[in-house]
């Protein structure tokens, strides 16, 4: 049990209290990324480069072939969908049994910045790895001298 403070104005916690609804990913509409248990949503890293993105999909017990990456204009998408159904009979005895996972993941590639026909991918030892290339006019160039004549 804890301890509470209370102020005889009750109204003064108003403001921490809506901070802290507010403060959730409660009004992020666009987090289709969300699990509530946290058992079916894998952990990505990315990084930038500076000649590309990348992105790393820990998703260990998968195959390439249970994966499916699709871009659909600046909107990459990551999903998986794997079904095991396992079925024993011994002695007038069966067992039945399956599991079923899936997860996708959504990103918004930079407009203007991606070289969408070159995207790699590859899994592999439980990572699946993007390489999301940058465009030629995107990429940081190094300071230009100006000789003054």
């Given at each position: 049990?804890?301890i509470i403070k209370r102020n005889r ?5 108003i403001p921490a209290l809506v901070d ?130």
């Amino acid at each position: 049990m804890s301890i509470i403070k209370r102020n005889r104005n009750s109204f003064s916690a108003i403001p921490a209290l809506v901070d802290d609804f507010l403060g959730r990913e409660l009004f992020n509409w666009d987090n289709s990324n969300f699990s509530s248990t946290q058992t079916t949503v894998p952990a990505v890293n990315i990084r930038e480069t500076e000649d590309s993105f990348g992105v790393e999909v820990a998703a260990p017990g998968l195959e390439k072939k249970d994966f499916k990456i699709q871009l659909e204009n600046n909107l990459l998408t990551i999903s998986s969908q794997k079904e095991i159904r396992e079925e024993n009979h011994h002695e007038g005895y069966s067992r039945r049994e399956f599991s079923y996972q899936s997860f996708q993941r959504s990103f918004v590639l930079p407009k203007d910045v991606v070289n969408d026909e070159g995207i790699v991918a590859r899994y592999e030892n439980g990572l699946l790895q993007l390489v999301i290339p940058k465009k030629e006019e995107a990429k940081q160039k190094a300071p230009r001298l100006i000789e003054i004549g």
